[in-house]
């Protein structure tokens, strides 16, 4: 039996205080189902894929610009997390992204990563997958 009073009856007829319970059941699901709209309708995030290219130096590497549909200006109201998908992104792992203000004008653009050790130097040989979401 369920929470609702209900049990399987198969293919029998239901009575009216069933049938009243079958409807408050679906006006349940029909109010789960709209806040869940509502989280997704206003989801602020993005996800992908960053290639870049280490030098061999340098363990904090821009990645590039974000695409949140908000100006980002309190980095403390977004989470950000990262992986290190190609080898010598995972060589130089564990890594660290976090929001950047390049440009200085207070509004957190773009996306960095800092490595336990500098990749290794090549051409577009770190890729770290993100996923950025805005709590603000």
Known sequence: MSWLGLRHKGYERLYPDEWNAVVDG???LY???AEIRERVKY???DYGVFTV???GVNNDLLLG???LPVDVTDPSKVVVECTPVSPDAIDASPVTC???DEDGDGVYESVRA???KAPASGTDNVKVSYYI???G
């Open 114 to 116: 800092r490595f336990h």
């Open 65 to 67: 610009q974000h695409k």
């Open 26 to 28: 679906l006006d349940i």
């Open 98 to 100: 976090y929001l950047s």
């Open 53 to 55: 290219s280490g030098d």
């Open 133 to 135: 979401e805005y709590f």
């Open 43 to 45: 989801s602020k995030s």
């Open 31 to 33: 109010i789960y189902a």
